[in-house]
């Protein structure tokens, strides 16, 4: 594991936590639920992503298959 996923996803959670904090102000409630909802979804596409290498990895290393 980088260092850099973990900044990466550090970050799209704070630009998350921003924006949805501005939409809440702005009585904009279900935007804001929206864009909560998309930045988890992007977070787990790229754990999702990480999960599919290790496996793949973990698949070569012991010649399954």
Do not use: P
Request: charged share 15%; proline share 0%; glycine share 4%.
């Amino acid at each position: 594991m980088d260092i850099s996923v973990i900044l990466k996803i550090a970050g799209i959670a704070l630009v998350t936590t921003i924006i949805n904090q501005i939409l809440k102000r702005t009585d904009k409630e279900d935007l804001a639920s929206l864009v909560t909802l998309t930045g988890v979804i992007v977070i787990l596409g790229i754990i999702l992503s990480m999960l599919s290498d290790l496996f793949a990895t973990v698949k070569t290393m012991f010649d399954l298959y």
